[in-house]
């Protein structure tokens, strides 16, 4: 069981307030993930859930009983920090075994547990090294080991990733789905990679300044971003967003196009623009689009082997259908 | 940059304070070493040759000699426990966000610059006085007998003093170390259920291994050698003498420079045995 429900929790460290009363309901099972730019209290959020922040106020609910004044270790939870927080002296085994062993078990229930958490990590052939002499997802993976052995209600993970490597990254993002997969525990995932959030997610939850901004599935969140910022914070690169006289032919005070959601052409279209800078990835190529009384340049996505350079003049027309408008203050407009 | 002509020229010029330095260490040592093979009683006048082995068997077999090794023990196992477990303590209690912290700390390591010689005299006659001093107040003002630290309790008075005199040294190396404790460990211990006692045992105490042996080592070293504290206080009675006040008795007021140079080498081995044991277990402790 893994249900956690925020109720009007707010924080405030002295007199800032890092996050105003806040509601969250996180169901049995769910991948949950933190997004927002950087200090808008994710981890905040996190240590709140985990007990190792005190609420300023309001109420943190763990499967339907009262948790708010519970310390960490009798909340049910496990956490993976940013630096793994690995207990440097001790072995790989031992690190493993610590959680257990703290809670009092039987010498032969932990071996058997930690056993069965090195295989099914891969840890097997470093049990008996030191953290010190670990790679970065070796490490990564000891403090999941840690974490799965306490057979927790639910997984806190901070930022597990940032300190890998692209490659390792992308191993691990898809280990760590499995993961879920498997043992059908909640999760919540703070990171602010895009692609974690939208490939890991069930539920993924926009915070900016410690608001809440939008919650839902990671396609919902694409498709009917509540505002200008979950429209420009979801999707990579970003949503091209337009004010002034075109979105006022929309009827709105600002448009939002997504780069994939243009036809280009050589001949005709709505805007006509010069390209700047493009970026080459094989699979897709992105331009940046400077079209005369636009604020900004567009971010326009092209097949792979479009035959277009820079200098050169390109005439776009949006997807009418995949048109986002918005009011003044930022709102979507159905 | 290390070009031959660049190390020559270093070499050139390091050589007058390699050859003070030498002369320094060589003469002295050397001189003690040929005193201890002579009958050398300058107020008798004796000074001849040929010893031998003499000296150090009587130095070893003196009764004194073995009491000493005894004292000496006593006073380095004592003032080691009394400064690391204290300067464990107040670390983590410096450690604590508390109001006036930095003039608190610099209060702290403030005995570190008293002077031996002036920190014992302050002991000696401002505490432990049994008449005037201030413990002896504080045990009339609850009714108790006052105590004459320097003869009930001799050589615990001077573990004290001496404690208090390196009390702030411990307490800086570990405070530092504490400090660099990632704090992150400690939450990931909080939330895998280790109370504070246990985050103390698995977490902070290991962490702090490392410091302990350097603190350790260090005040080893100097703590064999002290010298004053016994000196101004109790003159080596009651069970004080050490090694090095054994040493210093036999050559300054027995007169005999031989036996002392004797003891003076044996010191010198002993302290050597010492350190080599320590740098092992210390050299053990710092690879990990
Ligand atoms: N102990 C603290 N005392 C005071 N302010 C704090 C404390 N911890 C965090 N804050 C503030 O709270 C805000 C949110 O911090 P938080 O660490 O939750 O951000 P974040 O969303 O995790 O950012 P990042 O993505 O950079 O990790 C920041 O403005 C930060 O300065
Ligand atoms: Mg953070």
Not at chain 1, 235 to 261: D, F, Y
Request: aromatic residues 8%.
């Amino acid at each position: 069981m893994g249900r956690i429900t925020l109720d009007k929790v707010r924080k405030a460290f002295g007199d800032v307030e890092v996050i105003p009363p806040l509601d969250l309901r996180i169901e049995d099972g769910e991948f949950v993930v933190f997004v927002g730019p950087s200090g808008c209290g994710k981890s905040t959020l996190l240590r709140l859930i985990a007990g190792l922040e005190d609420v300023s106020g309001g109420e943190i609910r763990i499967d339907g009983t009262d948790a708010t004044h519970l310390s960490p270790a009798k909340r049910g939870l496990a956490m993976v920090f940013q630096s793994y927080a690995l207990y440097p002296h001790m072995t790989v085994r031992k690190n493993i075994a610590f959680p257990l062993k703290m809670a009092g078990m039987d010498k032969a229930e932990i071996d058997r547990r930690v056993d069965g958490a090195a295989k099914v990590l891969n840890l097997s052939s470093y049990i008996d090294r030191r953290p010190g002499q670990l790679s970065g997802g070796q490490r990564q993976r000891v403090a999941i080991g840690r974490a799965i052995v306490r057979e927790p209600s639910a997984f806190l993970f901070d930022e597990p990733l940032s300190n890998l490597d692209a490659a390792l990254r992308v191993g691990m993002r898809l280990e760590i789905s499995e993961l879920h997969k498997r043992l059908a525990t909640t999760m919540i995932y703070v990171t602010h990679d895009q692609v974690e959030a939208m490939t890991m997610a069930d539920k993924i939850v926009v915070l900016r300044a410690g608001h809440i901004e939008q919650v839902g599935s990671p396609l919902e969140l694409y498709r009917t971003p509540r505002n200008t910022f979950v429209a420009g914070f979801i999707g990579s690169p970003k949503m091209n967003l337009i004010e002034g006289a075109e979105a006022e032919k929309h009827g709105a005070h600002t448009i939002g196009v997504r780069p994939e959601h243009f036809q280009i052409s050589a001949e005709g279209g709505t805007w006509t623009g010069t390209i700047g800078v493009s970026e080459h990835l094989g699979s897709d190529t992105f331009f940046h689009v400077t079209v005369p009384g636009f604020a900004e340049p567009l971010t326009i996505r092209a097949g792979g082997e479009v035959d277009l350079h820079y200098g050169d003049t390109i005439h776009l027309t949006p997807d009418a259908s995949q048109i986002h408008r918005f009011d003044a203050k930022g709102l979507r407009l159905s | 940059m290390a070009t031959q002509h660049s190390r020559s020229a270093a070499r050139a010029m390091m050589a007058p304070a390699v050859f003070l330095l030498l002369v320094w260490m060589l003469v002295p040592l050397i001189l003690t070493l040929w005193f201890s093979t002579l009958d050398y009683r300058p107020l008798r006048g004796t000074f001849d040759c040929c010893e031998g082995l003499g000296n150090y068997v009587r130095f070893v077999s003196s009764s004194a000699f073995w009491d000493s090794i005894l004292t000496t023990l006593q006073l380095l196992g004592g003032v080691l426990l009394i400064t690391v477990v204290g300067g464990i303590g107040l670390a983590i209690l410096l450690d604590q966000p508390i109001w006036g912290q930095g003039v608190v700390r610099i209060l702290v390591i403030a005995p570190f610059f008293v002077m031996p010689t002036v920190s014992a005299l302050v002991w000696k006659n401002m505490f432990m006085n049994p008449v005037n001093g201030l413990f002896a107040h504080a045990f009339k003002a609850v009714g108790l007998e006052p105590v004459d630290w320097l003869s009930q309790f001799p050589l615990f008075s001077i573990i004290l003093i001496v404690s208090w005199q390196w009390l702030p040294f411990a307490t800086l190396i570990l405070l530092t170390a504490i400090q660099s404790l990632d704090s992150e460990q400690l939450e990931a211990a909080e939330m895998d259920g280790a109370g504070p006692l246990s985050r103390f045992g698995y977490i902070t105490l290991p962490h702090l291994a490392r410091s302990i042996t350097v603190v350790v080592l260090i005040q080893t070293i100097f703590l064999l050698s002290i010298f004053a504290e016994i000196f101004v206080t109790t003159g080596g009675a009651f069970g004080t003498r050490t090694l090095t006040y054994l040493v210093y008795q036999r050559v300054i007021e027995s007169q005999n420079v031989g036996l002392g140079s004797a003891g003076g080498i044996i010191a010198v081995i002993l302290a050597n045995i010492v350190a080599a044991i320590l740098m092992r277990v210390v050299g053990k402790n710092l690879d990990a």
